[in-house]
């Protein structure tokens, strides 16, 4: 059972009081997190990398989500757009593709008066630290304004003030390396052309890249299979076209969602990339350890171990579907308590440590398990939960408002907790990969 700290927040100085609270990131959680605060009217300013709203999301738009409509609409959010007159998605049992999810949902959302005039697109959060303070610095720590260096579009370097920062950049653009080490492979500076990021459209925009083409995807979760899929159907019409699936291990848990997950569209990933083994339209490797890349013509070779011994594959294109970790770079001069194992806050690591549970099996969690030793600093969404995979959005509503709550002083409404997440099949780290929603 997990101990709530029931001490009410550090009161915000006069200092603290004319600033407003950072958001960085304006995907899902972070106009989640915007909405809380607009319910509660607490400034704020919401950072974000790209021109538009969900910039991450846009990347993978294609694909589609695992939770239906009822599980990916914010409850503040949702009050929010009624309000607006907003129409809800007709059949809230169906699961959408990220461009649904972006453009029935997350854009009218950004573009309510209240969000809207506090976004600034093109911004792009590059260093937050404690105002005059490196993190050795303690006196007066608590009282002193967030400081973040945001780079702009044009290129231009600015800083800014808060009075606390909610992190919700997410993961997507930070993939886990190739090699089974966790490091960027040996060699990779003459091949990298030859790399691709996790969930590339396929079938859609990305097709002439792949098709007549040996594409191997690296990976055994979700993101992985998605991309199998796609690939599989293409090599049904365009000719030559060769899949093969390389994993590290014996065999690819995480696919392998159980028979009752409520997500049944996860559910049934595992079943048809098996299928499409047995048919013979994928090449299935396993027990494949990478620790090298090297350019080989036009394509590129992967180098490691295969059950001890040394190995060798080649391919024309690699689809890197190992999985996400998150940006801490720009969080050097915070002070964190991350977990050693996942890189999650310390009090949420054991609730979501994939060896002891599936994604529906989290509990229930807010402020109190997002803290960090610099107050009023919170990672929330995919970013907190680290290298831990498959994380769900409507655990991210729940963390934000809490949050909100504890911002506000409202203690009864930080810690009170719930949640009703779908009962969901396995969600292990051992095989890598990576997912969402």
């Not at 007709?90 to 972006?102: T, Y």
């Not at 608590?142 to 231009?156: M, N, Y």
Request: hydrophobic share 40%; net charge negative.
């Amino acid at each position: 059972m997990t101990l709530i700290d029931l001490t009410p927040r550090s009161a915000v100085t006069d200092r603290l009081a004319t600033l407003p609270v950072v958001i960085i990131g304006a995907g899902p959680i972070g106009l989640a997190a915007a909405a809380n605060l607009v319910e509660r009217g607490i400034d704020f300013v919401v950072l974000e990398a790209g021109d538009r709203p969900a910039s991450s999301i846009r990347l993978w738009g294609h694909t589609r989500l695992f939770s239906p409509w009822r599980h990916l609409i914010d409850p503040a959010s949702r009050r929010l757009l009624d309000a607006a007159g907003w129409a809800p998605p007709v059949d809230e049992g169906r699961a959408p593709s990220g461009h649904e999810l972006v453009d029935e949902y997350l854009m009218p959302l950004a573009e309510l008066d209240a969000i809207r005039s506090r976004i600034r697109y093109g911004a792009r959060a590059s260093a937050v630290t404690r105002q005059g303070m490196d993190r050795t610095r303690t006196a007066g720590r608590e009282s002193t304004p967030f400081l973040l260096r945001v780079t702009t579009a044009d290129g231009r370097v600015e800083e800014m003030t808060g009075r606390a920062v909610i992190d919700a950049s997410g993961t997507y653009t930070s993939p886990n390396p190739l090699s089974s080490s966790g490091l960027v492979p040996m060699g990779v500076g003459g091949a990298g052309d030859r790399i691709i990021h996790a969930l590339p459209d396929v079938r859609g925009t990305d097709r002439a890249r792949f098709s007549g083409r040996h594409t191997t995807v690296v990976g055994a979760g979700h993101s992985a299979a998605n991309t199998l899929i796609a690939l599989a159907e293409l090599s049904r019409t365009e000719p030559d076209t060769r899949v093969t699936w390389l994993i590290r291990n014996a065999s690819a848990v995480r696919v392998s969602s159980s028979a009752d997950d409520e997500l049944a569209d996860r559910a049934r990933l595992g079943s048809r990339v098996d299928q499409l083994v047995d048919d013979g339209l994928i090449e299935k490797i396993d027990s494949f350890e990478i620790s090298a890349v090297e350019r080989q013509g036009d394509g590129i070779r992967l180098i490691g171990t295969r059950r001890g011994e040394p190995a060798v594959h080649d391919a024309d294109l690699v689809v890197g579907a190992t999985g996400f970790r998150p940006d801490l770079d720009m969080l050097r001069e915070i002070r964190l308590q991350l977990d050693d194992i996942v890189e999650a806050p310390v009090r949420l690591a054991p609730l979501i440590d994939p060896n002891l549970h599936s994604c529906g099996t989290v509990a229930p969690h807010g402020f109190d398990e997002l803290r960090h030793p610099d107050s009023g600093f919170f990672l929330v969404g995919m970013k907190s939960y680290g290298r831990a995979p498959t994380f769900l959005l409507a655990t991210g509503y729940e963390q934000v408002r809490s949050v909100a709550a504890w911002l506000d002083g409202d203690m009864r409404a930080a810690t009170e907790v719930r949640l009703a997440l779908p009962a969901t099949g396995v969600c292990s780290t051992t095989s890598g990969g990576g997912g969402c929603c």
